[in-house]
């Protein structure tokens, strides 16, 4: 049997100002690929919420 994953313990102070501060520095998306993320999701959301 497989061993079980220990859960990762939450960052708190100065670990989380510092995980949150690494995360800007990655590039932003540009608009069109937002805006296709955007449409996708709500075909997604659509699929979900469908009835007969």
Do not use: Q, Y
Not at 9 to 24: H, Q, R, V, W
Not at 37 to 44: L, N, T, W, Y
């Amino acid at each position: 049997m497989s061993k079980p994953i220990a859960p990762t313990p939450p960052l708190k102070g100065k670990a989380a100002l510092d995980f949150i501060a690494e995360l800007e520095k990655d590039k932003k998306a540009p608009a069109e690929e937002k805006k296709r993320v955007k449409e996708g999701a709500k075909r997604i959301r659509e699929m979900l919420t469908f009835s007969f």
